[in-house]
C-alpha cells in the first residue's frame, strides 16, 4: 500500500519558518495531486495548498504569499515551506495525494487516496 509521511513540524516563534516534508512511498510523478491540509484545535480541517502533475498550485487566502507547496519527484517527496509564520498557523498538518487515473479536473479533497498521520506545528505569539 502506497504510504505518505509527514515530518518537518516543530515548535517556532511567530515570524519564524518552517519547511514540512512529506515524504511518498511511491513514485510522486504519478499522482494526479498532492496537498497540504491543517487541523486546529477545536477546527475542520481545511486545505490550504495543492499541486497537480502539471504543476499548477493553488493556496487559500490565509498562507497566500508566505507558504510555498514544491515537489520533488527524484526524492517522491513533497514539501511546504512556511514563512513568516503566525500563532493562528498552529495546527496539525496532513499530506495527502491522489493516484493518477482517467479524471482531469481541480484538485480536491474527495479523490485524495493516500493520507499521512500529520506533524504539529506550534506558533508561539
Known amino acids: 500500500a502506497v504510504q505518505v509521511q509527514e515530518s518537518g513540524g516543530g515548535s517556532v516563534q511567530a515570524g519564524g519558518s518552517l519547511n514540512l516534508s512529506c515524504a511518498a512511498s511511491?513514485?510522486?510523478?504519478?499522482?494526479?495531486?498532492m496537498g497540504w491540509f491543517r487541523q486546529a484545535p477545536g477546527k475542520e480541517r481545511e486545505g490550504i495548498t495543492t499541486?497537480?502533475?502539471?504543476?499548477?498550485?493553488t493556496y487559500v487566502d490565509s498562507v497566500k504569499g508566505r507558504f510555498t507547496i514544491s515537489q520533488d519527484n527524484a526524492k517522491n517527496t513533497l514539501y511546504l515551506q512556511m514563512n513568516t509564520l503566525k500563532p493562528e498557523d498552529t495546527a496539525v498538518y496532513y499530506c495527502?495525494?491522489?493516484?493518477?487515473?482517467?479524471?482531469?479536473?481541480?484538485?480536491?479533497?474527495?479523490?485524495?487516496?493516500?493520507w499521512g498521520q500529520g506533524t504539529q506545528v506550534t506558533v508561539s505569539s
Open positions: 511511491a513514485d510522486t510523478s504519478r499522482f494526479y495531486c
Open positions: 495527502a495525494a491522489e493516484a493518477l487515473s482517467d479524471r482531469d479536473g481541480v484538485c480536491h479533497p474527495a479523490h485524495y487516496n493516500y
Open positions: 499541486i497537480n502533475i502539471h504543476g499548477d498550485t
